[in-house]
């Protein structure tokens, strides 16, 4: 292994340890952690498998072989970007509907007392 493999593969695990200990500490929940688990895989079977990147320039038909990195990271990113978007709406709609609920118990509140 060249030196620059041997380096990714150690930030590749180090990067799942923190992720596995975040999940364990309670920091990170399981459903989150299932993209960056992904992700650390993929960059451990990169560093691991040299001439992937080599075989996939091959297949996109790219010629430099480590601007495969590129789409790959941003394909990530956007699937990253679209989940989260998800998440913060379903949570933004929750929170709207909790403060409503809150809204028609202190109005409740507000009559009971008055009587």
Excluded: H
């Excluded at 038909?61 to 989940?83: E, K, N, Q, R, T």
Aim: glycine share 4%; with cysteine; aromatic share 12%.
């Amino acid at each position: 292994m060249k030196p620059i493999q041997i380096f990714v593969f150690c930030a590749s695990l180090g990067l799942l340890i923190i992720i596995l200990e975040l999940v364990r500490r309670g920091k990170l929940k399981e459903r989150f952690a299932l993209l960056w688990l992904f992700s650390a895989a993929v960059l451990i079977v990169f560093s691991i498998w040299g001439s992937l990147l080599e075989i996939l320039a091959r297949i996109l038909g790219i010629y430099y072989a480590p601007s495969v990195l590129l789409p790959v990271v941003i394909f990530f990113a956007v699937i990253l970007f679209i989940y989260f978007s998800v998440i913060v709406s379903r949570q933004s709609e929750q929170l709207k509907n909790l403060a409503q609920k809150i809204a028609l118990l202190e109005a409740e509140l507000r009559e009971k007392t008055s009587d």
